[in-house]
């Protein structure tokens, strides 16, 4: 009886603390989204950089407008901006940026494309990306000039296979304005993770070399530390 006290009080004791756990989770998660909250707001009632304001002005000149509810095109650049000076520790870029344009019947159509093509615009900058890394190998004796030019062969022809290896970009700036011919042109800019990119493309790269059914792929693990 008594052993079946303690160990009750256990469970009551233990019970307990794990509910002052969950109240203080609860209660630091609420803490830090009343901080996300408040430097959103901050953010947001900031003013623009010069740089983005003259930019903005200069798109809104030629017609470039934004859909209601989005943020205002000054604030959009000056995010764009301010990632492009983002750097890692290595004092590389954090991110790549994307731009691309496209006109369509309506407003839905332009942007799918402007996407589509704003993401082949960021495989395109992992495709030099990685173009570099393998040619630098043939100057540290990791790789042969054949093998090299293999790869980087497969490398030109996979821009299509890279940017459908990217996961989600980040919208970073969207503005839209009318043709004369009454279509709708739609301008994006989009980010994404550098290191990301790379590291997708060079997936995306060695399951091509895999396909080929060579030992391509192996040298490029070697060469690129996959």
Not at 29 to 54: D, G
Not at 72 to 86: I, N, S, V, W
Not at 122 to 141: D, F, M, P, R, W
Not at 206 to 214: A, F, P, R, V
Request: aromatic fraction near 4%; proline fraction near 2%; glycine fraction near 6%.
């Amino acid at each position: 009886m008594k052993r079946a006290l303690i160990f009750a009080a256990l469970l009551t004791l233990g019970g307990l603390q794990v509910s002052q756990v969950c109240a203080q989770t609860a209660k630091d998660l609420a803490k830090e989204r009343r901080t996300i909250s408040r430097l959103s707001e901050q953010e947001l009632n900031s003013r623009a950089t010069k740089a983005a304001r003259q930019e903005a002005k200069r798109l809104k000149k030629d017609g470039w407008l934004v859909s209601p509810g989005a943020l205002p095109m000054d604030k959009q650049l000056d995010k764009a901006y301010k990632m492009q000076f983002e750097y890692d520790d290595n004092a590389f870029p954090k991110y790549l940026m994307g731009e691309a344009m496209s006109t369509g019947q309506n407003y839905d159509a332009a942007k799918v494309q402007a996407l589509e093509l704003a993401k082949l615009n960021l495989a395109g900058q992992v495709q030099t990306e990685i173009t570099a890394l393998v040619e630098n190998t043939v100057s540290n004796s990791q790789l042969d000039a054949g093998e090299a030019s293999s790869i980087v062969e497969t490398v030109n022809a996979s821009k299509n296979v890279i940017s459908q290896s990217l996961g989600r970009v980040i919208p970073v700036m969207e503005c839209y304005r009318k043709t004369r011919n009454g279509n709708t042109e739609v301008l994006v800019r989009i980010a994404y993770n550098s290191q990301m990119a790379i590291n997708a493309a060079k997936n995306a790269v060695k399951q091509s070399l895999e396909e080929k059914g060579n030992n391509l792929h192996e040298q490029l693990d070697k060469a690129l530390g996959l």
